[in-house]
Every structure is written in structure tokens, then in C-alpha cells.
């Protein structure tokens, strides 16, 4: 895999302009596909100059990208309820909840990422190795609480669980891994893994 190019030089824009940019971004990659995408067709649609999104994000892939972690109004990072359970719960709930509207994006961008390295690493930068970081740091105060034994097999999986069973849903029964869906996963797969009791309700 290549490696992220350098990051280009970020001028100010006002957060309610970047959130037009990225809005755009997704609308245009819904319409026609991430191949269809320009830069000069966001600018277009934003009415601004081609060269204020490459100096902002320098290419394509890290506009995509961007947008669709700027789009998010919740981070995974942001949970910390003070119990692994809690915690997890409230992960699966937040990741459930844009299944619906994300996953098809996703599906696509997946596709396309397949030949375009530089998309790939984009998507991997910005959304999936933050959800990774997210969860493994739940499951590392969890450790350090006493919640779980550091040496339980099962943790190091938990992020691949809850994040791929998101792709996974859909391939398999041809529908969203929303939220119910996702807690019961929980409560049935990676709770009882870990040797955590369900204590809280569905």
C-alpha cells in the first residue's frame, strides 16, 4: 500500500463552508460515483474555486474522505461512559445509527478504493483507524478498571467485530446492521467473549 501523501497547506474556512464542501462532496459521489467526482464539480457546486479545495485537501481521495468523517455528528472517541459495557453499548448504537445512510456510500467508495491506493489509505486514515483507536481505548480502560483480564483472547477483536459486521450484514441478508441489530450482536458475540454480564438493557 502506498503511503499518504503529505498533507496540503490548510487555509481558514468558516466550519459552516466546510460543511457545504463536504455536503457537496457527498451528494455528487451519491449522483454519479466516485469515478464521476471532480474537484472542479464540487467547485461548481459550492461556487468556488478549484484551487481553494486543493489547497485545503490537495486531492480527491482526502476531500472523500474528509467529508465523510466531517459529515459525522457523533465520533466514537467522544464515548466514555465510565463501564466498558456502557461504552460498547453506546458504540454499537452510534454505528447502528448511520448504517442505513453511510453503508451504501461505503459500499461504493469500497469498490473504488479497490484501485486507488491513495483512496484506500484516505478511508483507512480518516474513518476506519479512528474507529479502531476509539474502541481498542474502551477496551483498555476497561483493562485497566479490572473490568476484563488483560489477557483475555478476545479483545484485540472487538473492533473487528463491531466494525465488520457493519460490512457484513448487508452481503449476508441483504439488509443494515442498524442499531437493534447491532446490540443484540453484542449482547449474543462480544460481551459474552469478553466475560461481561449483560447487566444493562437491550
Known amino acids: 500500500m502506498t503511503s499518504p501523501s503529505p498533507s496540503p497547506r490548510r487555509s481558514k474556512i468558516t466550519p459552516e463552508r466546510e460543511l457545504e464542501f463536504y455536503e457537496a462532496t457527498l451528494d455528487l459521489l451519491r449522483e454519479g460515483g466516485y469515478d464521476a467526482l471532480t474537484m472542479e464539480g464540487v467547485a461548481a457546486r459550492t461556487r468556488c474555486g478549484k484551487s481553494t479545495l486543493y489547497?485545503?485537501?490537495?486531492?480527491?481521495?482526502?476531500?472523500?474522505?474528509?467529508?465523510?468523517?466531517?459529515t459525522r455528528s457523533f465520533q466514537l472517541?467522544?464515548?466514555?461512559?465510565?463501564?466498558?459495557?456502557g461504552d460498547l453499548r453506546a458504540a454499537a448504537r452510534a454505528t447502528g445509527a448511520g448504517s442505513g445512510r453511510d453503508?451504501?456510500?461505503?459500499?461504493?467508495?469500497?469498490?473504488?478504493?479497490?484501485?486507488?491506493?491513495?483512496?484506500?489509505?484516505?478511508?483507512?486514515?480518516?474513518?476506519?483507524?479512528?474507529a479502531v483507536a476509539a474502541i481498542d481505548a474502551m477496551i483498555r480502560r476497561g483493562v485497566e478498571r479490572g473490568e476484563i483480564a488483560a489477557d483475555n483472547p478476545a479483545a484485540e477483536f472487538v473492533a473487528t467485530q463491531l466494525i465488520g459486521v457493519v460490512r457484513a450484514r448487508p452481503a449476508l441478508e441483504g439488509r443494515y446492521a442498524d442499531e437493534a441489530y447491532l446490540v443484540r450482536f453484542l449482547e449474543a458475540a462480544v460481551l459474552p467473549a469478553l466475560a461481561l454480564r449483560v447487566t444493562s438493557p437491550t
Open 55 to 70: 489547497r485545503q485537501w490537495g486531492t480527491k481521495p482526502r476531500l472523500v474522505a474528509a467529508a465523510l468523517r466531517g
Open 103 to 130: 453503508t451504501p456510500l461505503m459500499h461504493a467508495l469500497a469498490h473504488a478504493a479497490l484501485g486507488t491506493p491513495e483512496l484506500l489509505s484516505a478511508l483507512r486514515e480518516a474513518l476506519v483507524e479512528p
Open 77 to 85: 472517541a467522544d464515548i466514555d461512559t465510565g463501564g466498558l459495557e
